[in-house]
């Protein structure tokens, strides 16, 4: 916890000597003067419309994407043909650019609901590959001894499948919770949503208010930290 409380102060203070460099508000402003906007921003009903705005499509999509992928990346696992069928799909979503889905689905769909798909489509995969490579881990012994005891596949799944490949799927939870957030807000900016984080953050590029950029993006980093250390305690203490 030091050495991370020492890090931090380094790097605003590196901050602040590059401020000072430059002097120039519009291009870098001071460390002190961020800081006091993210508690003007804090005090306003509307940080909390636009905080809320992107959580609820990020958590929509999360969601989504962690019940198909992991569906799919096991039934992948488990039958080489479904896996032929569905690795070349995944992998041509993979490699799609953001912009193309933005570009694509905003004029397939209006813009909430392409935010959705946005964010589904770009962490599905990730969910997908874990799934798919935690069933590949599970040791022959294993499978051996569920062909000589067989339960249904619903049994199998609950108390065999998900236990052994729990590693992967945390993995994946960690990944995906930032990201999906950041590509939600990335995605925001480009769709020109009626609320959330991204749309604040283009207002203020519009109106080259560099301090609000920086003051929204370190309530970014607040937010994916306070959202990964709640996660990581949860799993730890439930032992998931």
């Keep these: 916890m030091k050495r991370k409380i020492i890090t931090i102060l380094c790097i605003i203070g590196i901050w602040q000597v ?31 419309d636009a905080i809320l705005s992107t959580l609820y499509r990020v958590v929509i999509s999360f969601i989504i994407a962690f019940l198909l992928g992991t569906m799919l ?49 770009m962490i599905l995969p990730v969910f997908y590959y874990n799934a798919m490579q935690g069933i590949e881990s599970i040791q022959n012994e294993y499978l051996d001894i569920m062909k000589v005891y067989y339960q249904s596949l619903t049994y199998h799944l609950l108390h065999v499948y998900i236990p052994l490949m729990k590693g992967y799927l945390i993995s994946a939870i960690q990944t995906c919770l930032p990201l999906a957030l950041k590509v939600g807000v990335m995605a925001e900016i480009f769709v020109s949503s009626k609320q959330g984080i991204g749309k604040q953050l283009y207002f203020a590029r519009i109106q080259i208010d560099m301090i609000s950029i920086f003051a929204w993006v370190l309530w970014m980093v607040v937010i994916i930290g306070f959202i990964t250390f709640v996660f990581n305690k949860l799993f730890k203490k439930q032992d998931f």
Excluded: C
Excluded at 24 to 33: A, F, G, H, N, R
Excluded at 86 to 94: A, E, G, K, T, V
Excluded at 106 to 119: C, E
């Design 18 to 48: 590059m401020a000072l460099m430059i002097h120039k508000e519009v291009i870098l402003p001071l460390p002190l003067y961020v800081f006091e906007r993210m508690f003007v921003l804090a005090s306003t009903s509307l940080f909390y």
């Design 73 to 121: 990346g096991i039934l992948s696992g488990l039958y080489q043909s479904v896996k032929d069928y569905l690795n070349p799909i995944i992998s041509f979503l993979q490699t799609v650019p953001q912009i193309a889905y933005i570009l694509i689905l905003l004029v397939w769909f209006q813009s909430t609901v392409a935010l959705i798909i946005i964010i589904l489509l």
